[in-house]
């Protein structure tokens, strides 16, 4: 994605995290799987009041990752899995797996390194569990990896604590609801990125690695309790 994040992050700080993943993964895992580069578009319509976020309309979303994937099917891969590190992405993500899965039959995964809030995910207690966007966590792994790009000065506070009191109709609740990055406050992001630190960064980056690379050997080898032919 490239999205705002508020003031006190960049706009590519989802592409950037995800590509750190990526690479440490590869690091670590050698020849066992090939990384494709980085896709930095991504659906974030409802981003789109805050300039600089540039988003794909859904349905083109998902036909230029189907695309993209037919290439490697053509040159023989059987095995894909998509590296997700948006929320907004996931539900298109799994309507393209569904889909290479239903034209090809081949093996078709989608995960993410953490799972976003308003997905189920958790988010510091703080925050309760509103931190989907721009928050502690994602600012806290900033933080660790880049610094630089981060200014805190300009973070504030910004927990809908009027909706954490809803037991159904929240993020992560069982009713879902369409949102927009301005509905709650005007800043765009929704969490607390005060709360952020470089070394809660460090531990949730290395979990993130971490877990990748075991969901990966995972991966490589499933097959629905069957033999599958190719890998």
């Known amino acids: 994605a490239l999205e705002q994040h508020g003031r006190h992050a960049p706009l590519f700080t989802d592409s950037l995290l995800m590509g750190e993943i990526a690479r440490r993964a590869e690091e670590s895992l050698g020849a066992t799987a090939l990384f494709a580069p980085l896709q930095w578009l991504g659906n974030s319509h409802h981003h789109l009041d805050f300039p600089g976020t540039l988003s794909a309309e859904p349905r083109l979303y998902i036909d230029l990752l189907n695309g993209l994937l037919e290439n ?8 894909l899995l998509i590296l997700n590190g948006h929320g907004g992405n996931s539900a298109l993500l799994n309507v393209a797996n569904r889909e290479l899965r239903l034209a090809h039959g081949l093996m078709t995964f989608v995960t993410h390194p953490g799972v ?5 995910g958790a988010s510091p207690a703080d925050e309760l569990g509103m931190g989907v966007h721009g928050g502690t ?14 200014n805190l000065a300009l973070a504030q506070r910004r927990v809908p604590e009027a ?33 952020a630190t470089a070394e809660l960064g460090r531990q949730l980056f290395d979990g993130a690695v971490r877990g990748f690379g075991e969901a990966l050997r995972e991966i490589s080898t499933f097959n629905f309790g069957r033999p599958v032919a190719g890998t």
């Open 72 to 79: 490697f099917i053509a040159h023989g891969f059987r095995r």
């Open 116 to 120: 976003p809030a308003d997905q189920g």
């Open 137 to 150: 966590d994602e600012t806290s792994i900033m933080l660790h990896l880049a610094p630089h790009l981060v």
């Open 163 to 195: 909706l954490a009191l809803n037991t159904y109709v929240r993020f992560g609740g069982r009713v879902s609801f369409g949102w927009m990055s301005n509905d709650f406050f005007p800043d765009g992001y929704i969490g607390d990125p005060t709360a």
